[in-house]
């Protein structure tokens, strides 16, 4: 009985890319040469493959090569050395017959449609002896792809995918399979001409220095179990690689803080603002009442904070991939002025003469001044009592009415979320109808605000920036404006003037108000006393 031995050698024409087979981005891939009966896997670029049979006679056989890429019922390639005319392959087959016992069959420049069985059989063998193997051809590399950029920057929380693609055809498909930092989801998705997986990641911090790796390979050897008689079982031996980027992750400012927290803060104390950011911040400081900028992380409370609380504002600022992010936080210094030593003067006596029946006589008596304010005493002996000032603070609410004397103007504000800050009213400047205005204020402490309105008698949009303040129970809500208009202009490029207008001096006259009971303001109210220290 004769017997068949096949094997498939993978031999690189002269003409072949060598150099391509080692990408030139670092990632390696390799395909040995076999020997004994073997499954190929190969890429479309253009090279050769050997597939050789061997008879164990030197005579009285009759080798014949048969495929089943093209034609799923098989086509006849050669019979002995002679490849067939009629197949559409014929002028890339050659039979090579280096001995009386070896029937090689080279394809040359090897092509996507070449993936298949090939069978070598002896048809004068009884029975008819015959073995196979599969060419899997892969159509190019992987075609890998990522949303990381090449420098690997990404940010915290950020959605990214890195995937890979690839068409061949045979009857054993590839595999791929993805390792890298947790946590990530794969996705795979294989057909009989392709396959494609993916990785989904949401960025984590302990992913910071690592990469994502898929390799493309074969992990079966035979397209069915059990494998057909002389099917060649072992595994085809393509090796791919691709890693994407290594990851360096970054996030903006976030859960900014400030040390030490204190009730009240004294001329000298340094305080440190915090930020929790990658690549590390820079830090400004902001005094919310002059507008003075601090550089810096830290700033140093002095002379000028004395008596009155300030609001300072901290903004954390880094770049990402070439945008800016940042966040702030606001906080409150509160320095209490010097002590007002108390210095009381005694008041003349007064001398009261009472009638009596035993004869007049005379009694003293000294009333001293209320000690709980500061006194002082005028040339005519009088006590003149001054309330202690309190510091300044921001307003306690918003929501009421204001009115402006000069310039004159009316507002009424509402506040709609404490939370937000959010706020809606209305206004009106001069003699001017009102007009809507929304905007919104520093959340609970209400000491900074903004709105804008839209003023059609002069088709103006108009906003303001204001501070609110109490100081000795008096509020006062300070607006500095800015207009702009478009008016119909011969020119695309010319735009309406802007007007910066003079500052709002508004006080609060009145309670929570609504559009239709807007009417025109009280008088300011300016608080007065009495020399006994009592609010007139």
Known sequence: MKSLTAVLNLYFALHCLCGEIAPTDGKVQTFGTASGPRNVGWYAAGGSVTLTCSSDTTSGHRIVWTEYATNPNGAQISDNTNVLPGHPNAARYQIVHDTATQYDLVIQEVALLDGGT????????????????????????PNCS???GSNGIVMEDQLHFVECSVNFQGNIPPDMTWTGPPPFSVAKSVSKTSIWS??????????????FQCVTNFTQGTPSEPPPPGAAINVPTLFYVYASPSLLVSWAPKNLYYD???????????????????PLPSYRWQNMLTLEVINGQSFSVDEDYVGMTTTMRCLATNEINGFDFADDIFMNVTVLGPTTEMETTTSPTTTTTTTATGGPSTFSTATPP???????????????????????????ELTGRWQSDDPSATLCLEVVDQNS????????????????IVGRATPVTFDLVGWSGLWPDDAFVSSYAGECHSCDDVEELVANPISRSIRIS??????????????FHFHRTGGSCNAEKLVASKPRHVSHYNKFGIRL
């Not at 063998?125 to 899997?136: C, F, G, K, N, W």
């Open 118 to 141: 090939y069978r070598c059989e002896d048809l004068n063998a009884a029975p008819t002896d015959s073995v196979q193997a599969e060419l899997i051809v892969l159509e190019s590399f």
């Open 146 to 148: 990522t949303t990381i």
């Open 198 to 211: 993916g990785v989904e990641l949401f960025v984590v911090r302990n992913q910071n220095g690592s990469f």
């Open 260 to 278: 030490p927290v204190k009730t009240y803060y004294d001329v000298g104390d340094t305080i440190t603002c915090h930020a929790d950011a990658y």
């Open 370 to 396: 209320d000690s709980s304010f500061p006194s002082t005493t005028t040339d005519s002996g009088d006590v003149s009592i001054e309330p202690t000032r309190q510091p300044m603070v921001p307003c306690g």
């Open 421 to 436: 800050g959010e706020i809606r009213g209305q206004m009106r400047v001069g003699s001017q109808t009102f007009v809507d």
């Open 490 to 503: 011969t020119g695309c490029a010319e735009s309406g003037p802007v007007r910066n207008g003079s500052a």
